[in-house]
C-alpha cells in the first residue's frame, strides 16, 4: 500500500491550486485524474468569474465589497445558498482573481461588467477572458507543468477512483491505472473530482427525477459523490435543481444539445410565441428575469417548448440564431427533429405532435392581442408582429445543464460530514462535487461557481501546507 502526505483527486478548477499551494512545503503530494490531460472543465467552460474589491474595480472607479457581493448572492439566491461557504468564497474571491492575473490571466479589457446571461448583480463584479476556461488554465497549466517537473506534485492521469475508505486516522483510496488497481492512504485527501452531469442516471436521482439534457465534461460522472456516499457521507440540496433557458437538441454539438437561439431578451427581443407540448402558451416570452423564465420552463413536461414564428417574423425580425445564417438553418426543417415547418398552424401541430386547435387558439390569442393592442395574457409587452404569414415554424428547446446543484456536504472549514453531521477525518472537498447549491442556491448566480472553486483550492492547499509545516516542526522538536 501507497502512502501519501495529501491525496487530490481531480486536476481541475479546484484540485490544481490546492496542489500548487500544498506543494510550498515539500509535502508529499499526489495529483491524480481520470481524464488524459489536466484541467478539468477548463476546455468547456466560460470560465465566468465574480469578484468584489478588486483592482479591476478600483481602476474603473467601482465601488465594492465582499460584504455588498454576499448581500448579492443571497439575493439572487432567495437565501437557498449555504451562508458560510457563500462568505468563504467572496471574502477570498478578490485574492483568487488577482493570483490569476499576476500569472499572466488577461481578462477583457470592459471588465468587470453586469452580466445578464443569469439574474444578474446589481454592481459590476463579472469577468471573463476572450477565450473563456481556456485563458484560465493558460495561466494555472504552466504553474503546474513547473510543479510536476520539480518533483513537486505526482501528477497521475487516467487513474480512476474505485472507493474510498476509511483507514485509522486518515483516509484510503483505492484507484485504477491502466486495468491495476492499487490503495494510497493519506493523512489528507481532497475529492475534487467535479460534479455528475455526464452520468444521466444519477443526475436524474439527484435532480428529483428531471432528465439530463447537457454537455459537461465526459469525466463528470459522479464517482466522488458514490464513493463517498458508501462510506456515509451526506449529500444535500437534491431538491434544488434549476435548468439553464434553454438550449437545441442538435446531433451534432457536444451532449447533443446546444444555445443555437437567442432567448435572453436582454439581447434581443422575443418575436416568437413559445407553446409547451399541448401547444399552449405557458410564459411570458419577453419576461426580463431569467430566474422566472428558468422557473417557468421547470415546471413544464420534460422541460420541452416549442418557439413558433412565421415567415413574416423571419423576415422582419433580427436573427434568432446565434451563429448561423437563415440560409445555413432552413435545410434543417423538417429533417432535423428539433425543427419543423409548415404552410398551415394545424399541419404544423400535427408535425410538433400537438393539438391542431389548441395550437391554433394559442397563436390566434396572441394574434388578436397583438392586432388589438390589448393586453397579453401573460403581460408581454414586446409584440411587434401577429404570426399570419405562412409558413410557419417550429423549433424545440429544452432545459439544459452542465452541472448538478446537489453535492457533498461539508463544514465551514470543507470537511465532509457524514449523515450524523460530524466530520470524516482527513476528508475535505472542493469545486463542483460541493454541488452548485452550495454557493449559488437553488439559482444561477454569476461567477459562484468557478470561483469558488479555485478559491476554496486555494485555501486548503494553504491549509494543509500550514498543517504539514506544523506538523514537520512537532516531529523535529519530539
Given amino acids: 500500500m501507497e502512502n501519501a502526505d495529501v491525496l487530490i483527486v481531480g486536476a481541475g478548477a479546484a484540485g490544481v491550486p490546492a496542489a500548487l499551494f500544498a506543494s510550498e512545503t ?16 477548463f476546455y468547456l467552460s466560460t470560465g465566468h468569474m465574480s469578484a468584489a474589491g478588486t483592482k479591476l474595480q478600483a481602476e474603473k472607479g467601482i465601488e465594492d465589497s465582499p460584504e455588498k457581493h454576499f448581500d448579492d448572492v443571497m439575493r439572487i439566491s432567495k437565501g437557498t445558498a449555504n451562508p458560510d461557504l457563500v462568505r468563504l468564497a467572496v471574502d477570498n474571491a478578490a485574492d483568487t482573481l488577482h493570483w490569476l492575473l499576476d500569472n499572466g490571466l488577461e481578462v477583457l479589457p470592459e471588465h468587470p461588467i453586469i452580466h445578464y ?11 471573463w477572458a476572450e477565450t473563456g476556461g481556456l485563458a484560465i488554465w493558460g495561466a494555472l497549466g504552466p504553474l503546474l507543468e513547473a510543479k510536476v517537473a520539480a518533483g513537486q506534485v505526482d501528477l497521475r492521469l487516467e487513474t480512476k477512483l474505485l472507493s474510498i475508505s476509511r483507514y485509522g486516522n486518515g483516509v484510503r483510496v483505492t484507484l485504477e491505472h491502466a486495468g491495476r488497481r492499487y490503495d494510497i492512504t493519506a493523512g489528507t485527501v481532497l475529492l475534487a473530482t467535479g460534479g455528475y452531469a455526464s452520468n444521466p442516471e444519477l443526475f436524474t436521482e439527484l435532480s428529483g427525477g428531471k432528465p439530463l439534457y447537457g454537455g459537461a465534461n465526459e469525466h463528470s460522472q459522479g464517482q466522488g459523490l458514490v464513493a463517498t456516499r458508501n462510506i456515509g457521507a451526506r449529500i444535500v440540496n437534491r431538491d434544488d435543481y434549476l435548468p439553464s433557458f434553454a438550449a437545441v437538441p442538435d446531433s451534432s454539438a457536444h451532449g447533443g444539445y446546444t444555445f443555437l437561439t437567442q432567448t435572453y431578451p436582454q439581447f434581443r427581443q422575443p418575436w416568437e410565441v413559445y407553446v409547451d407540448s399541448d401547444g399552449r402558451r405557458f410564459m411570458r416570452e419577453d419576461d426580463p428575469s431569467v430566474d422566472r423564465r428558468e422557473r417557468e420552463l421547470l415546471k413544464q413536461p420534460g422541460m420541452r417548448f416549442w418557439a413558433i414564428f412565421d415567415e413574416g417574423i423571419r423576415e422582419a425580425a433580427p436573427s434568432f440564431f446565434t451563429e448561423h ?15 419543423r415547418s409548415a404552410d398551415s398552424l394545424s399541419a404544423l401541430a400535427k408535425k410538433i405532435d400537438c393539438d391542431a386547435q389548441t395550437l391554433q387558439c394559442s397563436i390566434g390569442e396572441f394574434n388578436d392581442a397583438v392586432d388589438s393592442g390589448a393586453p397579453d395574457a401573460f403581460a408581454r409587452e414586446h409584440r411587434p408582429l401577429a404570426l399570419a404569414k405562412a409558413p410557419f415554424y417550429a423549433v424545440e428547446h429544452v432545459g439544459w445543464s452542465i452541472v448538478g446543484f446537489a453535492g457533498l456536504d461539508v463544514n465551514a472549514a470543507l470537511q465532509v460530514v457524514d449523515e ?21 442556491g437553488n ?13 476554496f483550492g486555494r485555501l486548503l492547499g494553504q491549509r494543509l501546507a500550514h498543517e504539514y509545516t506544523q506538523q514537520q516542526i512537532a516531529s523535529r522538536v519530539v
Fill in 26 to 41: 515539500g509535502a508529499h503530494i499526489v495529483l491524480v485524474d481520470a481524464a488524459s490531460r489536466a484541467g478539468g472543465t
Fill in 117 to 127: 446571461g443569469h439574474e444578474p448583480y446589481a454592481t459590476p463584479r463579472t469577468y
Fill in 325 to 339: 445564417s437563415w440560409d445555413e438553418i432552413a435545410p434543417r426543417f423538417n429533417k432535423d427533429p428539433a425543427f
Fill in 420 to 440: 450524523s453531521g460530524a466530520s470524516i477525518d482527513g476528508l475535505y472537498a472542493a469545486g463542483e462535487i460541493l454541488g452548485m447549491a452550495a454557493t449559488s
Fill in 443 to 455: 439559482a444561477f448566480t454569476g461567477g459562484m461557481s468557478v470561483t469558488p472553486a479555485m478559491t
